[in-house]
């Protein structure tokens, strides 16, 4: 059955058996070829290739126009006015799209799920998406593409926001500035994800009411469970793998570096707030007060209070990495290599030529253990001053003894003046 002003193009209806196409439809070279048993509405199909080898397919109308729009999407439902564009709904066997939706280039391109009305409206919006996506939902630019799961009406409306994602999202979620909530895995409630770059990127876990909602990396690398008003700030709970209780992580950088611990019901929420823990990279909770306390900054995610060879600075020596003394990003990624408990160790092994401007204050008295002098084939003392004192040793290199005679028994046995 074929309508007024339809198939117009070569071979624009060549064995579509069984097709049912309206009024001023499959217009364009190969149009609907093949289409076999499709029910196409008014004004559809227009373009080259537009329709061809959509068997079965039950397209509405002003739907499916643009070159190769809907080719080869067996099965394919579609409202009115939608899969406009270039390659829009190509090959998106068996979904279902609903009014107005899949409307630019390649927007639904290799769609295998259920696209509500008014919903990816934008290049590439929702190519490969498996996630049912809701009304209003995935309206930019890869908002959507390759996500799985299901996605909320109104949400995952700006660049990249839901691209990869896995899990449930809400209504009125991941609207925020780009990245909201990339490759989150789990569930994200209402309102949530809305405002910080990269708010919940890499999540995993579940996001509560009001969460991530404010600031740069909010959620980045998150792994756990947030509860509600959490992580709204900037950098608030980046690295983080946790859970995060109610209130928790809102300041800017207040749980920067967290990683592997549950932070339980105390904040982190101002400035001033997280005590460093000993472990490198993490957190501790006051217990006596039931809130973080000593000061938070950028030197807390690794490394907080150790010695680092200071090469971008003076370059005498090792530094404390506290306060304005922020140790280099690469350290801070390579602690085991850079980052040093004792100030002895990190200059023994960055500043041995030099030990004593390393060592500072610390290197003047030396260490009072004994060490061969081997101009006078003697055991002298680690020390400045007069006899035994022998000065301090030139590095790390030199052996150092408890006693002169453990000394002299290992080193210069031969003389028995060693000990004289």
């Known amino acids: 059955i074929i309508g007024e002003n339809s198939c117009n193009g070569g071979r624009a209806c060549r064995e579509a058996h069984g097709a049912e196409i309206g009024t001023d439809s499959c217009n364009g070279v190969t149009a609907c070829d093949e289409a076999f048993a499709a029910t196409i509405g008014d004004e559809s199909c227009i373009g080259e290739g537009v329709c061809i080898h959509a068997h079965g397919a039950v397209i509405g109308d002003i739907t499916c126009v643009g070159e190769y729009a809907c080719s080869f999407a067996n099965g394919l439902i579609v409202g009115n006015g939608s899969c406009q564009g270039y390659k829009a709904c190509n090959y998106a066997f068996g979904s279902t799209v609903g009014n107005d939706s899949c409307i630019e280039h390649m927007a639904c391109y290799g769609l295998y799920t259920t696209v509500a009305d008014e919903s990816c409206n934008e290049y590439k919006a929702c190519s490969y ?115 995060i209780s109610t209130g928790s992580c809102n300041a800017v950088e207040a749980c920067y570096g967290v990683n592997g611990y549950d932070i339980g019901g105390c904040a982190c929420n101002t400035a001033n707030e997280c005590k460093c823990s000993s472990v490198p990279g993490a957190y501790v909770c006051d217990d006596s007060s039931d809130v973080f306390t000593n000061a938070q900054d950028a030197t807390c995610p690794v490394g907080a209070g150790q010695w680092f060879p200071d090469w971008a600075g003076a370059n005498l020596g090792c530094v404390k990495n506290v306060g304005s003394n922020n140790a280099p990003s690469y350290m801070l990624y390579n602690p085991s290599m850079w980052m040093f408990d004792d100030l002895e160790d990190c200059c023994d092994k960055n500043y041995p030529w030099d030990l004593a401007t390393c060592l500072g204050a610390s290197a003047a008295a030396g260490s009072d253990k004994w060490f061969v002098n081997y101009s006078l084939n003697k055991c002298v003392k680690e020390c400045v001053g007069d006899e035994p004192c022998g000065g301090l040793v030139d590095g790390s290199w030199v052996d150092l003894f408890e006693s002169q005679s453990e000394c002299c028994s290992k080193k210069v046995w031969w003389n028995t003046e060693c000990n004289a």
């Open 129 to 243: 998406a498996r996630a049912h996506v809701g009304t209003g939902s995935c309206n930019h630019v890869y908002a959507c593409r390759g996500g799985k799961g299901s996605i909320g009406s109104d949400s995952c409306n700006e660049f990249m926001t839901c691209q990869l994602l896995e899990g449930v999202i809400h209504d009125l979620s991941c609207n925020g500035a780009a990245y909201a909530c990339r490759y989150f895995y789990g569930t994200v409630h209402e309102h949530s994800c809305n405002d910080g770059y990269k708010a919940c990127e890499s999540g995993s876990g579940r996001v509560h009411a009001y969460s991530c909602n404010d600031g740069d990396y909010s959620c980045a690398s998150f792994s756990g469970n947030i509860l509600e008003g959490s992580c709204n700030a900037e950098k608030s709970c980046y690295e983080i793998a946790a859970m």
